[in-house]
Nanobody, 116 residues
Framework: QVQLVESGGGLVQPGGSLTLSCTPS??????????MRWYRQAPGKQRDLVAS???????NYADSVKGRFTISRANALNTVYLQMNNLKPTDTAVYYC????????WGQGTQVTVSA
């Protein structure tokens, strides 16, 4: 069974940076043909799309993170990243990795907390 594993979350001060990573574990699953996305869910709120990257490396971002977050993929490393700069308290959430092509897969999430 495919499992996506996120890492890189943590506690950071406002204005700081974090880089999240997502990679499949324990399988022969390759991300090359998959659309990869990052979602986030704050307490008591719905899960929202943050950023996506296609197999052809086309990217899209939520308006709230444009200019601050960058999604990228390294197919050779079978990993997708989310570089987050100038973090704000409103970015506090659990961040989830998602892959979709013929099937879809979710990660378990990683907590990002932005607080002084």
């Amino acid at each position: 069974q495919v499992q996506l594993v996120e890492s890189g979350g943590g506690l950071v001060q406002p204005g700081g940076s974090l880089t999240l990573s997502c990679t499949p574990s324990g399988s022969v699953f390759r991300i090359d043909d998959y659309v990869m996305r990052w979602y986030r869910q704050a307490p008591g709120k719905q899960r929202d799309l943050v950023a996506s990257i296609t197999a052809g490396f086309t990217t899209n971002y939520a308006d709230s993170v444009k200019g601050r977050f960058t999604i990228s993929r390294a197919n050779a490393l079978n990993t997708v990243y989310l570089q987050m700069n100038n973090l704000k308290p409103t970015d506090t959430a659990v961040y989830y990795c998602y892959a979709v092509y013929f099937a879809e897969y979710w990660g378990q999430g990683t907590q990002v907390t932005v607080s002084a």
